[in-house]
C-alpha cells in the first residue's frame, strides 16, 4: 500500500493474480494467498469529491485544425526563410516535439547561428527548445508566454491523432509524417517522466458504458479518440473522417484491457482500463520554459500583423508558430476552429486515475481535476468551426452532476 492508503499497481496487479488464480485452483492450493486479504484493484481507488463546489476554473480554447494535417513547409519572405509550424489540432502537446524535430531540421539546412521562434504555446516553446539543443542561438517573439496562451487551456493528455487531419486531404503520406511525430515525441516524453513535481506521468484510465464496449477507442477519453465524419459538422465543404492513426505505434503505447466483474467497483457493466500518459502544466511548463532560459534564450513580447511584419526580424530564419492566430497572421484560412472547453476542479492527488463515463471524462492531474463534457450541446462535433471562445460553466455543472453517482458508488463498495 502507498503513503495515501491506496493500492499500488503492483499490489492490485498481485491482488487480481490472487484472485484469479484462485478461482481456477479452488480448494486444492492451500499456499494461494486468501482472496479476502487482497482488495480487488478498482475497490482502492480513491474515490474523487465530485460537486459543483469543488470547480475552480472553466477553461475555453479552440484547436486549430487543418484538414490537412499540421503545416510545416518553408517559404522564403524577403530575405527571411519562414518555416511553418501550426495546425496541430487537438493534438499539439502530444506532437510537439516530433514537429519541432521536423522543422528545426528544415531550419538547420542554412546554418543560422540564430533562429526567431513567434509563439510561445506548446508548439513554439519546444520547436525553441529543439532549436537551441541544435545549437542555435534563439529569441522567441510573441504575445504570450506559455501560461497565457492557448495551450494552457487544453486538456493535457496524450492524444497524438484527436483531430489531427481528415483522411482524404491528408492523404497516405501523412501517416508516415504522423507516425515520425508521434515517436520522436513519445521518446522525449519518456525524458520527463519520473521528476520531482511530476511533470509528465502516467495513470490508469477506466473507461465505463452500461452497454458493451466494442472498440478499444469506445473505453478511453473522448479527446484521444474524436471520430466522425466531418460532413456532418456545419463544415460542408470539408468532407471526410478525422484521420486516426494511433494503430501505427501500439508497439510503444499501452492498450487497453477489459476489468473483470471482481475488479469493478462503479457499479457499471463493463469497465476497460488503460494506462495514459498526461502532461502537469504547471510542473511541465515552468521545466520547459527554465530550460529555455537557462540555455540562453530570450523572449520579447511582440505583436505581428502580417508576414512583412515577421520577415522585419533581425533573424533570418523564423520558425512560425501562432497557433490558430495563423488563420489571421498569415491569411491562412485552411485552419478551422474546433472550440473546446474543460472544467477544473480542486485538486485531489490522493486520487491517482482518471475516468470516462457517459460522455464526461475526468482525470487527476497535479494543478486539479480536469473535466471534459462532450455530451452537451457543446460536444465534439459541435465545436467544429466554432471560434466562440467563451467558457461556458452550465455543461461542466452537468458533467459533475452525471459522474458523481460512479463515485458515491465507489465509495460504496470501499466501505
Ligand atoms: C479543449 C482542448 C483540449 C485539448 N487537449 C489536448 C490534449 O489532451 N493533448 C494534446 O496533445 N493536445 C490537446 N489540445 C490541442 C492543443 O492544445 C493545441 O494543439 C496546441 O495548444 C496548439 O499550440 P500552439 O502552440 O500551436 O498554439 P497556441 O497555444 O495558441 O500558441 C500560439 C502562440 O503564438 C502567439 N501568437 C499568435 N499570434 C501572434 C501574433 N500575431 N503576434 C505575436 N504572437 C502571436 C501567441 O501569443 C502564443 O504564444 C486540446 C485543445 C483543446 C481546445
Not at 38 to 65: A, N, Q, T
Not at 112 to 123: F, H, L, M, R, Y
Not at 160 to 176: N, W
Amino acid at each position: 500500500m502507498n503513503r495515501d492508503g491506496a493500492w499500488g499497481r503492483r499490489d492490485l496487479l498481485k491482488g487480481s493474480l490472487a484472485v484469479g488464480g484462485l478461482a481456477g485452483l479452488q480448494g486444492c492450493a492451500p499456499s494461494v494467498k486468501s482472496a479476502a486479504t487482497v482488495p480487488p484493484r478498482g475497490v482502492s481507488l480513491v474515490p474523487m469529491r465530485m460537486s459543483v463546489d469543488e470547480i475552480i476554473d472553466v477553461k475555453c480554447c479552440i484547436r486549430p485544425f487543418r484538414p490537412q494535417g499540421p503545416r510545416l513547409d518553408a517559404e522564403q519572405i524577403g530575405d527571411t526563410l519562414v518555416i511553418h509550424n501550426y495546425g496541430h489540432g487537438g493534438s499539439g502537446w502530444s506532437l510537439s516535439w516530433g514537429s519541432a524535430e521536423i522543422v528545426v531540421g528544415k531550419a538547420m539546412t542554412v546554418l543560422p547561428k540564430e533562429i526567431a521562434v513567434i509563439g510561445c504555446g506548446i508548439i513554439g516553446l519546444t520547436a525553441a527548445v529543439v532549436a537551441q539543443r541544435a545549437g542555435a542561438k534563439v529569441t522567441i517573439y510573441a504575445r504570450d508566454q506559455l501560461p497565457r496562451t492557448r495551450s494552457f487551456r487544453a486538456n493535457g493528455s496524450w492524444t497524438p491523432d484527436s483531430r489531427i487531419s481528415l483522411t482524404e486531404p491528408a492523404g497516405a503520406a501523412f501517416g508516415d509524417l504522423w507516425e515520425q511525430m508521434a515517436r520522436i515525441s513519445w521518446k522525449n516524453f519518456r525524458t520527463y517522466l519520473g521528476l520531482p513535481e511530476r511533470p509528465v506521468e502516467f495513470s490508469d484510465q477506466y473507461g465505463l458504458s452500461d452497454g458493451p464496449i466494442r472498440s478499444e477507442g469506445e473505453g478511453r477519453v473522448p479527446d484521444a479518440t474524436a471520430r466522425g465524419s466531418f460532413a456532418t459538422t456545419g463544415m460542408p465543404q470539408q468532407k471526410g473522417e478525422f484521420g486516426h492513426y494511433s494503430d501505427r505505434i501500439r508497439d510503444i503505447v499501452p492498450q487497453s484491457e477489459t476489468v473483470s466483474a471482481e475488479e469493478n467497483p462503479f457499479g457499471v457493466a463493463h469497465v476497460r482500463r488503460t494506462s495514459m500518459m498526461h502532461f502537469n502544466f504547471g510542473s511541465y511548463g515552468h521545466l520547459l520554459m527554465s530550460e529555455f532560459f537557462q540555455q540562453g534564450g530570450r523572449f520579447e513580447m511582440r505583436d505581428f500583423h502580417s508576414p512583412a511584419d515577421v520577415a522585419t526580424l533581425r533573424e533570418k530564419v523564423v520558425i512560425n508558430c501562432p497557433g490558430y492566430a495563423g488563420r489571421d497572421l498569415w491569411r491562412d484560412k485552411t485552419i478551422i476552429p474546433v472550440r473546446g472547453q474543460t472544467g477544473w476542479l480542486v485538486p485531489q492527488p490522493e486520487a491517482k486515475y482518471g475516468l470516462y463515463y457517459a460522455g464526461v471524462s475526468v482525470l487527476s492531474k497535479s494543478d486539479g481535476v480536469m473535466m471534459m463534457h462532450t455530451s452537451s450541446t457543446l460536444g465534439d462535433m459541435e465545436g467544429v468551426g466554432n471560434s466562440l471562445e467563451l467558457p461556458d460553466r452550465v455543461p461542466i455543472e452537468e458533467g459533475v452532476k452525471i459522474i458523481a453517482p460512479i463515485f458515491d458508488r465507489l465509495r460504496g463498495a470501499r466501505a
